[in-house]
């Protein structure tokens, strides 16, 4: 691990000396086909302004191995202009006095209005803008693979029966049911769909509120099994399959289904696929009308000299332009992080997400993802991957032996 880090920050250090004043120097892991393409939207937006783009890609869907990165360039005393961030992450180094000030720019243009509170939560610190959200990504989806679904019947699975029962016909049609990374924030991923299929109240008061009762009670111990049962549906070379690949297995018609934030349709895109002819996007079966979400947000460190401070303010508003919202989001597979942009030129999936947003931000229903760090701090977050990812492994003789120990490593994290 030192041996990294030290590599890292070298090379990040390096990549930094090449930066013009002008230059934004930006940390991500936007890294596969649909990321990438989304990204240069970003790009291409701040080209036209005057401003340089140093790209700093540190790949890993979850953000953990950028994070690392970070660290090193931070440990070095040279942190960079800007950094992808999520949830709890960002406040963390908010606390810590890293992270610069976008009062003046969010002031002037009104984000207060049109960023929605739950975003707020992250992109605030003490009062005061430390963060400018790109999107809400949602995270309870599943992608089906059209043709795969017509042979198991054509009915998108809407419970959980029904979703086992399509698993069954697309195995016995000789493909791999779902498609699946073994990365813990993938497993992850899928267990947040399984928990909030159980019921937002649930929900909450699992990931949320921490409840102890409810992290080792009986309806936990339920979840655990289905996670558990859709292992079973998942080839055997799985482990350490990045998301996309996972992704590209459901695009190509070697899997049927893929349980996946709505990033996923961005690789679906960016192989020519369309929604509803080629590919079919559902919520997780249980959990339509309810929301996870994570927010990716860039969060700008403390800079010295006006010009780079200016082309921070510059890269903030431009992240906020409702015009860049909808391009880049159009793109990337997830819906605007303000409320006022248009759905005209999203896709019939990018529409179902907005509306879907719409209506859970209003009901009451919307809830930061445990998966993606916006429903605990990343000490909980990391506590639940462990327990998550030996659940979905087989390192528990059942669901209530897996739910004990979650309660037990969570109440440890306090």
């Not at 990204?39 to 701040?46: A, G, I, Q, R, Y």
């Not at 493909?175 to 159980?198: C, E, M, N, R």
């Not at 696929?273 to 996007?281: I, L, S, T």
């Not at 249980?286 to 929301?291: F, I, L, P, R, W």
């Amino acid at each position: 691990m030192s041996k990294f880090l030290t590599t890292t920050a070298i090379a990040l250090t390096m990549m930094a000396g090449v930066a013009r004043a002008t230059d934004v120097e930006v940390l991500h892991w936007w890294t596969s086909g649909g990321e990438a393409a989304a990204l240069n939207v970003l790009k291409e937006d701040l080209a036209s302004k005057g401003i340089g783009w140093v790209d700093m890609p540190v790949a890993g869907g979850g953000g953990e191995a950028a994070m690392t990165a970070l660290r090193a360039r931070v440990t070095a005393g040279d942190p960079p202009t800007a950094v992808q961030m999520l949830g709890f992450d960002i406040l963390d180094w908010a606390e810590q006095g890293a992270l610069g000030n976008l009062d003046e720019v969010a002031s002037a243009e009104g984000w207060d209005k049109v960023i929605p509170e739950a975003l707020q939560k992250f992109s605030k610190y003490d009062g005061h803008w430390i963060a400018a959200p790109v999107n809400v990504h949602s995270t309870n989806w599943v992608w089906i693979n059209k043709a795969a679904l017509d042979a198991a019947g054509g009915k998108a699975p809407e419970s959980w029966d029904e979703l086992v029962a399509v698993l069954d016909k697309m195995k016995a049609n000789g493909i791999t049911p779902l498609a699946h990374g073994g990365q813990p924030w993938q497993d992850a991923t899928i267990f947040d769909g399984v928990v909030l299929s159980k019921g937002t109240d649930f929900y909450k008061k699992a990931f949320v509120d921490l409840d102890e009762g409810t992290l080792s009670g009986a309806d936990m111990a339920d979840a655990f099994d289905r996670l558990m049962k859709l292992r079973t549906y998942v080839d055997d070379n799985f482990s350490g399959r990045d998301w996309n690949l996972a992704s590209a297995m459901v695009i190509d018609g070697k899997a049927g289904m893929q349980m996946m934030g709505d990033w996923a349709k961005g690789e679906f895109l960016k192989a020519g696929k369309k929604p509803g002819a080629d590919f079919v996007c559902i919520r997780f079966p249980g959990t339509q009308g309810s929301v996870t979400f994570n927010s990716d947000q860039f969060a700008m460190f403390n800079v010295s000299g006006d010009d780079k401070v200016k082309a921070q303010m510059e890269m903030a508003s431009s992240i906020e332009s409702p015009k860049f919202q909808s391009a880049f989001n159009v793109v990337k597979g997830s819906v605007p992080a303000r409320t006022d942009v248009p759905d005209t030129d999203f896709d019939d999936c990018g529409k179902k997400g907005m509306k879907d947003l719409a209506e859970a931000s209003s009901g009451g229903t919307l809830f930061g993802s445990m998966a993606h760090g916006h429903a605990a701090p990343a000490a909980v977050k990391n506590a639940v991957y462990d327990v998550v990812t030996k659940a979905f492994n087989g390192g528990y003789k059942d669901g209530a032996e897996a739910a004990k120990a979650l309660a037990e490593a969570v109440a440890a994290t306090k």
